[in-house]
């Protein structure tokens, strides 16, 4: 059995995207490296605790509603988040499922979440492009209101950059 579950730990530890399993109490029973890596805590401070002790007040209680979802339909749920992570927030497609189905001894939920926050950048980017490209292309709009889009654009997209003081008369 030891082997067994250390065999499962490597294979979790090397999957990309963050994996954890939490009891009936929303204790955490297992996370793997890149869910140590997000929370900035190794697996022995993680285990036993809930999303309360790790994560602020209005995430835990999200992440709390979507296991007691699991856990009283019984049912896999699907669900884009976003989780703080250093001076932002990533966003990550997450699958929880119920594993009672396969342990009877005890429910438990198990977590799979990809970070997305790449994909969700681009999609804006191009929403923000295509904005732009509509501006331009209407005959009625002023250069003022295309530049408008344009920096509207840029301050959403970079970091750091502020140009619309140069929309100011």
């Keep these: 059995l030891k082997e067994s579950e250390q065999r499962l730990q490597a294979i979790v530890d ?3 995207s963050l994996v954890y399993v939490k009891d009936d109490q929303g204790k955490y029973l297992m996370v793997n490296r890149q869910f140590e890596q997000l929370v900035g805590l190794d697996r022995a401070q993680i285990v036993g605790k809930t999303d309360f002790d790790i994560f602020p007040v209005k995430d835990a209680q999200k992440f709390q509603a979507q296991d007691k979802h699991v856990f009283g339909q ?3 749920l699907e669900s884009e ?3 703080p992570e250093g001076n932002g927030r990533e966003y990550y497609l997450t699958t929880k499922l119920p594993l ?3 342990d009877e001894q ?3 939920v198990c977590g799979i979440s990809t970070n997305i926050t790449d994909r969700k950048k681009t999609e804006a980017l191009r929403a923000g492009q295509q904005r732009i490209l509509e501006e331009m292309s209407r005959g009625d709009r002023s250069f003022q209101q295309v530049l408008g889009a344009i920096v509207e654009f840029t301050e959403n997209h970079c970091q750091g950059i502020r140009s619309s003081i140069l929309l100011k008369k």
């Design 14 to 16: 090397n999957a990309p």
């Design 74 to 76: 019984g049912v896999l």
């Design 81 to 83: 988040e976003q989780v």
């Design 100 to 102: 009672s189905a396969y």
């Design 106 to 108: 005890a429910a438990r």
